[in-house]
């Protein structure tokens, strides 16, 4: 007797609290197996449950899409072709990748399925869907649901990316990386053993996470990790072999990566940047101490510089002083002297005073020839006083 699909709905309900979103028949296969199987699907929350048929209350399998890293379509949007999707998905515990094909025979039913899948794990209704309105609206019902069960903002943010982390350099794949140079030990790497390492981690937590150290065997590393987990931080190591050809990360799925500062680059994106190395911080001074003033420095304000003038000597005066020149003769009241416009010299005096001579010579001459004449004395006076012979 067949189960009434309500009941059926009931008890799956009962199993998990996730809320259903959408469900219908699919054909899902890995991409190892060569033939499809039928199932019937029911997208509850981010997570897609398997079962044999509707008739199940119990799941076969679980597809979680919190680890989808790619959802690819083989062909395109074709109504009268079926539909087959590859999702990729990264198991984080076992470090395995997976990749599963879910196949509908409907193409619109395919639309649908993967409407629903990428609104869910991206929290996003995806652009450019082929979709009814109807259809549209039940698809904004369910990010808004899946929004309010999980919003974005329940997990703390990323920290942003750290600085050191540079792409690889340009060298030729052909030279093998040195890691005994400047640029190729990353300065987490402490030359401490596991227990030390461990012990550094646990000690000092706010300096980082990583540690990168020498392994026991030759020529290799070791990597020591710290990550907090809801059940309180856990300690792993792990192994880089070093090669010719770069370091591998002895992983499950084993990992090459050309130097150390790669090796870090993948455990910080495997881990979202949650985890960083591991560098000391430097201590830095958090009070400014006032100290007294040399004695031969001024506490005051400056004053305007003054600029000294320069210093001359005296001149000495000459104690034998040079006696000035006597004053040239004056002339004669009524004769006249041509004034000299640069000054009186020697010669000039002299030819004053020869003609102050021949004026005396001429006057006594006058009164001479006045007397001879018989003149009166007046006559003699006014011919001395220029009167003309």
């Not at 000054?343 to 020839?369: C, F, S, T, Y």
């Amino acid at each position: 007797m067949s189960v009434h699909p309500r009941v059926v709905h009931k008890r799956r309900a009962t199993i998990t609290a996730l809320p259903l979103y959408y469900s219908g028949h699919v054909l899902k296969k890995h991409t190892k197996e060569k033939d499809f199987k039928n199932y019937y699907a029911e997208l509850r929350g981010a997570t897609l449950f398997l079962y044999k048929d509707d008739t199940q209350d119990t799941y076969v399998e679980k597809l979680d899409l919190e680890q989808l890293k790619s959802m690819e379509l083989e062909s395109p949007y074709q109504r009268k072709t079926p539909t087959i999707f590859t999702l990729t998905l990264h198991t984080e515990e076992v470090q395995e990748v997976q990749e599963v094909q879910l196949k509908m025979d409907n193409a619109d039913t395919g639309e649908e399925w993967r409407a629903y899948i990428l609104t869910v794990v991206k929290r996003q209704i995806p652009s450019k869907l082929q979709l009814l309105p109807g259809q549209m609206f039940l698809l904004q019902d369910v990010l808004v649901q899946e929004r309010t069960r999980n919003p974005p903002s329940s997990q703390p943010p990323l920290p942003p990316r750290p600085s050191f982390l540079k792409p690889s350099g340009s060298a030729g794949a052909s030279s093998p990386p040195k890691a005994t140079s400047a640029h190729g030990i990353p300065a987490c790497f402490f030359d401490v053993t596991r227990q030390e390492a461990e012990r550094m981690l646990e000690a000092n937590p706010e300096y980082g996470g990583i540690i990168l150290r020498p392994s026991t065997l030759p020529n290799n590393y070791a990597l020591t990790l710290r990550q907090l987990t809801p059940s309180g931080p856990v300690m792993k190591n792990y192994r880089v072999a070093s090669t010719s050809g770069g370091f591998i990360i002895e992983l499950e799925a084993a990992v090459m990566v050309p130097s150390l500062n790669d090796v870090l680059t993948y455990f910080i994106e495997k881990t979202e940047y949650r985890v960083h190395p591991y560098v000391p911080f430097q201590p830095y001074d958090t009070r400014i101490d006032v100290l007294p003033a040399p004695e031969c420095v001024a506490t005051t304000s400056p004053t305007a510089k003054i600029i000294p003038k320069a210093q001359v000597a005296p001149m000495v005066q000459s104690q034998n002083k040079e006696e000035p020149l006597p004053d040239p003769a004056k002339p004669v009241g009524g004769e006249y002297v041509l004034p000299d416009e640069d000054g009186p010299d020697e010669h000039d005096l002299k030819m004053v005073q020869l003609a102050g001579d021949l004026q005396e010579v001429l006057k006594l001459r006058r009164e001479n020839i006045c007397k001879e004449k018989g003149n009166p004395p007046g006559m003699a006076q006014w011919a001395t006083n220029g009167a003309p012979l």
